[in-house]
């Protein structure tokens, strides 16, 4: 079965500081892999994707992720924080062989301060 | 405008009292979804459905029922509500089934069981 693991609760940045959202995943087959971002009383928005081919991927508002195979890791990067990426960011898989079910992370609670 | 949407945004209700909570998408999407999100847990995925008349279950399908009649609609059904499925519930959608296209979220049921 996988499962995926995002060691921070709460990452706190200064606005224009690079920021990293951490997430490590767990699976039998091919990982295709996803950032969503959760602001306040909304649903979840989708940011990027792994599924395959070049380790770094771009996504919506600067963020970009890089998928590290042997690490088994999928770490969510953007250059320059700003205070309106303050928000919740969940960490998903779903095994590309094995079944159609989707399983996230317990979320990471990004604080941007100005 | 594409979109996922959900009624009843807040519901509160009584143990054993059933409810339904509907999830519509505008989208023709095949692949339909239902999760709950608690805290420090993220989301969890209650059932999902790759068509019209296929449903499957996720990783916390207790307590819970879902129909896919139409591909448009995939409503969630509790027959008989207990305090512990108090939560935030997420409907959503995706293109295919392949696992590699990202969910379209709705905006969230909030649910409280007394």
């Known amino acids: 079965a996988q499962s995926v693991a995002q060691p921070e609760d709460q990452v706190n940045v200064a606005e224009g500081n690079p920021l990293t959202v951490k997430c490590t995943y767990s699976v039998s087959g091919n990982p295709y892999l996803f950032w969503y971002v959760q602001y306040p009383n909304r649903g979840l928005q989708f940011l990027l994707k792994y599924i395959t081919g070049d380790n770094l991927v771009k996504g919506s508002y600067g963020f970009e992720a890089e998928f590290n195979k042997s690490q088994t890791s999928f770490h969510l990067k953007k250059p320059s924080a700003l205070v309106s990426d303050s928000a919740l960011y969940f960490c998903a898989v779903r095994d590309g062989n094995y079944g159609q079910n989707f399983v996230f992370g317990p979320g990471t609670r990004l604080s941007v301060l100005p | 405008e594409a979109q996922v949407t959900q009624n009843p945004r807040y519901l509160i209700t009584v143990t054993g009292k059933k409810l339904t909570v509907t999830c519509s998408q505008n989208?023709?999407?095949?692949?339909m979804s239902w999760y709950r999100q608690d805290p420090g847990l993220g989301l969890r995925q209650i059932y999902y459905?790759?068509?019209?008349?296929?449903?499957d279950k996720g990783d916390v399908p207790e307590g819970y029922k879902v129909s896919r009649k139409e591909k448009r609609n995939f409503p969630l059904i509790l027959e008989s509500p207990s305090p512990n499925q108090t939560s935030l519930y997420f409907c959503?959608?995706?293109?295919?089934?392949?696992?590699?296209?990202?969910?379209?979220f709705g905006p969230g049921t909030r649910l409280t069981v007394t």
């Open positions: 959503a959608s995706s293109l295919g089934t392949g696992g590699s296209y990202e969910q379209y």
């Open positions: 989208m023709n999407h095949e692949y």
């Open positions: 459905s790759m068509n019209v008349e296929v449903t």
